[in-house]
Nanobody, 125 residues
Framework: QVHLVESGGGLVQAGGSLRLSCAAS??????????MSWFRQAPGKERERVAT????????DYVESVEGRFTISRDNVNNMVFLQMNGLKLEDTALYSC????????????????WGQGTQVTVSS
């Protein structure tokens, strides 16, 4: 069974930065065939897509609220995806999960077949 494992979350003051990492199992074949996204879910709110990166890494897309502050990237050699988060705001507080979708591009969580357990990001004032 393929797993995605997120790390890098924590408690940070508003305006600070965090870098999230998502590692796919070493036995996952064809990591580069997966579009990867970061999603987040805050208590009492619906899950929200934050950022998406294409299979080759050449195309990225962000939800408007993080545009210019967050950067998604990937390393297809080491089966990793990253989310650099700068200028963090209180409203960025959520559980962040990475997800993978093979061969297609989608902004909808329901289409993603690989999921991690998530890493908590808490932004304090």
């Amino acid at each position: 069974q393929v797993h995605l494992v997120e790390s890098g979350g924590g408690l940070v003051q508003a305006g600070g930065s965090l870098r999230l990492s998502c590692a796919a199992s070493s036995y996952l074949e064809g990591f580069s065939t997966y579009t990867m996204s970061w999603f987040r879910q805050a208590p009492g709110k619906e899950r929200e897509r934050v950022a998406t990166i294409s299979r080759s890494g050449t195309t990225t897309d962000y939800v408007e609220s993080v545009e210019g502050r967050f950067t998604i990237s990937r390393d297809n050699v080491n089966n990793m995806v990253f989310l650099q988060m700068n200028g963090l705001k209180l409203e960025d507080t959520a559980l962040y999960s990475c997800a993978g979708l093979q061969w297609s591009w989608s902004e909808s969580a329901e289409h993603y077949t690989l999921w991690g357990q998530g890493t908590q990001v808490t932004v304090s004032s």
